[in-house]
């Protein structure tokens, strides 16, 4: 499924599906790094999603959390402007993060979940895109603000 370039479908799909098992939806974006969590394993199954909805009702979870991302134009063009002045992109980094123009305005990225005994369940779908474009974002902000007199980098990784 991730090979599909625009997952809005899916988004649609998905809200269709947890409506009709009765249940709510909440705007949100669950943080791993915030709460404990657990990932859902689609085993390369791309209608998992629908498995992980059930479990939630079958679990009296009284509401999902979803959260999707939609690539923008100006999200894409400060990495752009990120990558551009930073010391250590290459021309093959500027070429791909351009190359990305493409899914301006197509979703890459949905994710549900729900609180089971105080731990997140959460299932992801991500594009191919969408995991490029985070690579390249994470390459834009390490890089672009690195100042050139800082303790060498090598020793910290």
Sequence with gaps: MPSVPDLATLKDDMVAFV??????????????????TVIWKSEDNPDSWKDFVELAKAAGAPFLTMDSWALRREELDEMLERLGKAEFTNDEDLEEARWLRTYVGKTGFVQLGFAFQGVMMVYEISTD????????????????????DEPDQDEES
């Design 19 to 36: 409506e009709g098992h009765g249940m709510r939806r909440f705007p949100g974006y669950i943080d791993y790094e915030e709460v404990q």
């Design 129 to 148: 895109w969408y995991d490029h474009y985070q690579h390249l974002t994470e390459l834009s902000e390490d890089f672009g603000g690195i100042p050139i």
